[in-house]
Every structure is written in C-alpha cells, then in structure tokens.
C-alpha cells in the first residue's frame, strides 16, 4: 500500500475563504503532483514538483498556489474560494531520487472540495 | 501533441468473465511509459498495470494484463474472470516524452454484474 495522505477527505465552505489541502507522503519520494477532476471527468494535473523548493505549473490553468519546503510535504492552498473551484483534488508522488521515469504514480484518497 | 483515447464510456461484464478497456494513445516520442489505474466510487486512484514502450512483452499483474500493440498505438487493459468489487473507472494513462508527468484518457465506467 502507498502511504500518501490527504487531508481534509471532504470540505464544505464559504466563498471567500482561503483553503490549504494538505498532502504528505512517507515513501522518500521526490515527486510529488497535484490533479482537478470533476466527478467521472479525466484527472488534469495542476502543480508538480521534482524536489524540494521546486514547483511548477501543469497543464490546467488554476488559481491554487503551492509550495514544496520538505520532500515529504506538497499543500495546496486556495487564496479566496470560488464556487468555481469546487472539484476533487488528488495528490500523487512517484519515484525515489535517482530511480527512472517507469515508476508509477502513488495517489492519496483525494480531497471533495465544495464551495458554496 | 500527446493523447490518451479511451473510446468506452462504460463497460458491463458478466461475474466471472473477462473485459477488454481499449486505449489508444498518440506520441511522436519513441520512448513512453503506459499506465492504468482504477477508481473506485470512493475516489483514490489505484495503480494497476505498466508497460514500456521498449518491453517486449506484454504486462501482467495478476488477474491484470495490458494487450501492447505497438504499431497500432494500443494498450487496451484486460481483467479475467471479473469480481463484483472490479466495479469502478479504470483510467488509462501516458507518461510523456523524458518527464514524470502523466496524461490520462476520459475513462471507462466498468460495472460487473452478479
């Protein structure tokens, strides 16, 4: 089993509010990613980072920032939240340093965002 | 540009027997990694199966094989004798070019019923 965690698992909140989804792993993986996916959509990814202090935009366009102090840490936060952003958010991570591109990607149980 | 095709919104299977979930992918890349993963209604992602583009045979795991078929650009996932609790999207994914990140396809929907 992969040990990557995600917290909160659900949350309802207001417009306006700043949100940070947590995300940590405990595999010493380097890798670590961010996707959006609408319910029975295809998963988009929105942030990666290949190590500490790296973080890089994916291919959905999104409002979240995030940050990557320690390797086994990656939130993501939502400075004021819109109805817009209401999705599910699925953490990954992949790969210990060194170990090539085959490695697959280990997912936490995501968190259901719902903006009101 | 890279694609993940997966053309079967949803799939019924009898218990007990065996699917096929086509994918089809696009890539200029002659190196490139294929993945599938399972979804089940409560949302984590599960990884499944993987195949290089340079390996010569095909992949198992368990109940899980992947049917490559390099020169149509196929890597469709097939499940023998399917169990109720295989219900769930199975997602079929690329690795592109010499990055880590993935590209998935749209889904397909699998029920098994009893």
């Known amino acids: 089993e992969a040990d990557i965690y995600q917290t909160p698992r659900y949350l309802v909140i207001g417009t306006g509010k700043k949100i940070t989804l947590e995300c940590s792993q405990t595999m010493g993986h380097d890798k670590m990613y961010w996707y959006q996916q609408d319910p029975g959509m295809e998963l988009h990814l929105i942030h990666y980072s290949y190590g500490v202090n790296s973080t890089e935009k994916g291919d959905l366009s999104s409002e979240s920032t995030v940050s990557r102090i320690r390797t086994e840490h990656f939130p993501l936060t939502l400075e004021s939240a819109r109805p817009s952003h209401t999705s599910q958010y699925l953490c990954?991570?992949?790969?210990?340093?060194?170990?090539?591109?085959?490695?697959?990607?280990?997912f936490g149980d995501g968190t259901r965002l719902s903006i009101l | 540009a890279q694609k993940i095709t997966q053309t079967q919104p949803g799939m019924f299977v009898q218990e007990k027997e065996a699917v096929t979930l086509d994918c089809t992918y696009d890539?200029?890349?002659?190196?490139?990694?294929l993945f599938w993963y399972k979804q089940p209604s409560s949302g984590e992602m599960i990884f499944l199966i993987y195949?290089?583009?340079?390996?010569?045979q095909n992949a198992t795991e368990g109940r899980y094989s992947l049917n490559f078929q390099k020169a149509r650009k196929s890597a469709n996932l097939v499940i023998s004798a399917s169990q109720l609790g295989d219900s769930a999207m199975y997602f079929c994914a690329m690795r592109r070019d010499s990055s880590y990140k993935l590209i998935f396809g749209s889904g397909t929907r699998l029920l098994v019923r009893p």
């Open positions: 990954a991570s992949s790969g210990l340093p060194g170990q090539g591109t085959n490695q697959p990607q280990h």
């Open positions: 195949q290089g583009s340079y390996d010569q």
């Open positions: 890539t200029s890349d002659p190196s490139y990694g």
